[in-house]
């Protein structure tokens, strides 16, 4: 009961972590696409700029979460996935120095630089994210010891590199959205028109990605089991449905809404279908790590759940406070990155 | 400051060894089973990254220092 509670949070941390790091991973990788001139860019930075910080928490949490309610998971993934989320972990770093230092000396090399390394580092996280996600869906080969009989390169698997895909363009429509939220004139224009392609793509990769995901993993067995379950998906399409229609509409907040639901309920998906299995073995299903077999003792799980009860509503709270605060259109005197 | 808080964290680090949980559990005993070659290059890059961004952090320092603080207007306090 416990440990079936703490995966459902677990899921919804990362939900979380993909609704709101996830458009400005898009956004960041989307700039050399959508400015066209220092004053976009510098919009575009102060379209992150107070987000960022608080959006990564989120991944810091659910990484947290899984150390501290599934060791044994935590200690498997992150030592099977180790290359691949020390590309993330760099790539992150190099995000979050370059919004910070871009700003503080006006030269076009040193802007130069901090865009490259804000590309790089949104780029990488939201492909490298899918691709991880990806094979917790299709299953890695651990042992019976929990060792990861691989390296790298089996993680970019076709399946795993169609699932970065896929959440990659997830990210890209979420910050093209946003961006139309916040920007005005010719930039809004451009973000807007991004967004009616990006969702088309989108659309397509969605749909390969179920099929593929019915072919080649365990994904849709808990929701044929029980039926009920099929509304998380069709929220999905729900989700992609209304932010093309306030696409089309030009209501921004209400697409990137649509879109957060997207997101979320793509989560969902995942998680629901791979429970209550945290992390399979292609080798054996014996070596596969599930929520029971790898969680913390039931006397952590409840003083933690006590806990995140308290805290995490708190900093919902604030977190909206910060939103509410940047919540208008960007203008000339708001430029502070 | 900077170089006391290094030397406090080397020789707790350093007296624990060869203990991670004193008296309980072994260093050796508690690496986890990912390859040298892995954990070199993380090293390097590690030690890479966080040289060059130490170095952009100190030069902005530097030509923040430089430039003194920026004049107060207003009244005299």
Redesign the interface.
């Known amino acids: 009961m416990l440990e079936t509670i703490w995966f459902i949070l677990w899921g919804l941390l990362w939900a979380v972590y993909f609704m709101l790091d996830g458009f400005d991973l898009g956004l960041g990788t989307l700039m050399p696409f959508l400015a066209k001139n220092d004053e976009d860019r510098k919009v575009i930075y102060n379209s992150i700029g107070p987000f960022w910080d608080g959006n990564e928490v989120w991944l810091i949490s659910a990484g947290g979460v899984t150390f501290a309610a599934f060791p044994k998971t935590y200690?498997v993934m992150?030592?099977a996935m180790?290359?691949a989320l020390?590309i993330v972990l760099?790539a992150l770093?190099?995000r979050g120095?370059s919004l910070e230092?871009r700003s503080?000396?006006d030269h076009p090399l040193w802007k130069k630089i901090w865009d490259t390394g804000l590309v790089a580092g949104s780029f990488l996280p939201a492909l490298l994210l899918g691709v991880a996600f990806a094979n917790i869906f299709q299953g890695i080969p651990i042992d019976g010891?929990?060792?990861?009989r691989g390296?790298l390169f089996t993680l970019l698997n076709p399946y795993g590199l169609l699932g970065g895909a896929f959440f990659l363009l997830l990210f890209l429509l979420h910050g093209s959205l946003w961006l139309a939220i916040k920007s005005e004139g010719e930039l809004n224009k451009r973000a807007a028109g991004l967004s009616e392609i990006l969702w088309v793509t989108l659309l397509v990769v969605t749909l390969i990605f179920l099929l593929v995901t019915k072919l080649l993993t365990e994904l849709f067995n808990n929701y044929i089991h029980m039926p009920v379950l099929f509304i998380i998906p069709l929220l999905t399409v729900t989700g992609l449905i209304l932010s093309r229609l306030f696409i089309h509409k030009k209501a921004w907040w209400k697409a990137w809404f649509s879109s957060c639901l997207t997101i979320v309920s793509a989560t969902f998906f995942g998680v629901t279908g791979i429970y209550p299995v945290m992390l399979p073995s292609s080798i054996d299903t014996l070596f596969s790590l599930t929520i029971y077999n790898s969680s913390s003792s039931p006397l952590t799980l409840k003083i933690m759940l006590v806990v995140a009860l308290i805290f995490v509503p708190i900093v919902i709270i604030y977190q909206t406070w910060v939103y509410s605060l940047f919540k208008d259109k960007l203008k000339e005197k708001d430029l502070v990155y | 400051p900077y170089i006391a808080c290094e030397a406090g964290w080397t020789l707790a680090e350093v007296g624990r060894q060869p203990w991670i949980v004193y008296g309980l559990m072994k260093t050796a005993d508690a690496v986890?089973?990912?390859?040298t070659s892995?954990v070199l290059?993380?090293l390097v890059?590690f030690i890479l990254?966080y040289s060059l961004?130490g170095l952009?952090a100190f030069y902005?320092m530097y030509?923040n220092a430089i430039k003194g603080p920026e004049p107060v207007a207003g009244k005299e306090i």
């Not at chain 1, 010891?145 to 990861?148: D, V």
């Open positions: 200690a992150f030592s180790y290359s020390m760099f770093i190099l120095v230092f503080k000396i010891e929990g060792i990861y390296n | 986890s089973p990912v390859s892995q290059i993380s890059a990254v961004l952009a902005l030509i």
